[in-house]
Nanobody, 122 residues
Framework: QVQLVESGGGLVQAGGSLRLSCAAS????????MAWFRQVPGNVREFVAT????????NYAGAMKDRFTISRDNAKNTVSLQINSLKPDDTAVYYC???????????????WGQGTQVTVSS
């Protein structure tokens, strides 16, 4: 059983940056692909980015390639999401997830964190 805990969210002005982190415990971190999703209340959970087990490969939702960067540190059991040039539309709860597949689909991820709120003011 893998436990995931996100941190780093908060209130930021448009144009600013945030770095979200997700700490994993209870499993072999390097055996999981990791991903970030986000969700606005009333909307479906939206794929943001994923990174392969070794960190050699990453994939992003099309609209997010320029401003989002996913990375991982297998020695520290952490995955991060750097978000630059934040926009009010980025306001959401951001979740990290762990799964056995390198995938954009939420159903392919078995473990989820509780989420961290990101609020971007205009």
């Amino acid at each position: 059983q893998v436990q995931l805990v996100e941190s780093g969210g908060g209130l930021v002005q448009a144009g600013g940056s945030l770095r979200l982190s997700c700490a994993a415990s209870g499993g072999t971190f390097s055996s999981y692909s990791m991903a970030w999703f986000r969700q606005v209340p009333g909307n479906v959970r939206e794929f943001v980015a994923t990174i392969s087990r070794s960190g050699a490969y990453s994939n992003y939702a099309g609209a997010m390639k320029d401003r989002f960067t996913i990375s991982r540190d297998n020695a520290k059991n952490t995955v991060s999401l750097q978000i630059n040039s934040l926009k009010p539309d980025d306001t959401a709860v951001y979740y990290c997830a762990a799964g056995s597949l390198f995938s954009e689909k939420s159903q392919n991820y078995d473990y989820w964190g509780q989420g961290t709120q990101v609020t971007v003011s205009s």
